[in-house]
């Protein structure tokens, strides 16, 4: 099938099935999600034995919650064909999602003075391998909505 009659064939949704692609690109996306909300939830329990305010957890939660509603809801939009959907998840979870799971980490190892690891806990340990879970699913999911395929499908 040439690319004209592919892209002719695409404005009728239901005679073209959806690429493998995209629906891995949602799946990592739910995958992603996961990783966040797991991550939370172990920062979550590290801080309420401390000092931290009940109200300042609930805060966070909410905060999170409805970030993680809105890319659950652009990634349901993006699998079912809205090219809108598909640049928001790349532009907010792609670049700005990504940038804000990476500033911590950098930080930190350009702040460490030879001892990269100098207060390793349990906590720490559940939160490095939740955000390199949630990054890989990242990596997986925007490449995957920008192949031949899904550009074609999405056009």
Known sequence: MNEITFRAASSVSATVPRPRSVTLAFRALVAAVGFGVAETAVHSVGQF????????LIAGWLIRTGIYVVVLVAAWRMLRGDRWARLMLALGIGVLGTASLLVEPLTALLAADGDLLPDTT????????????????????????YTPEARAWFT
């Open 49 to 56: 034995g401390q000092s931290t305010e009940l109200g300042s």
């Open 122 to 145: 349990v906590e720490n340990a559940l939160v490095a391998i939740t955000r390199v879970g949630h990054i890989c699913a990242v990596l997986i999911a925007i490449p995957a909505m």
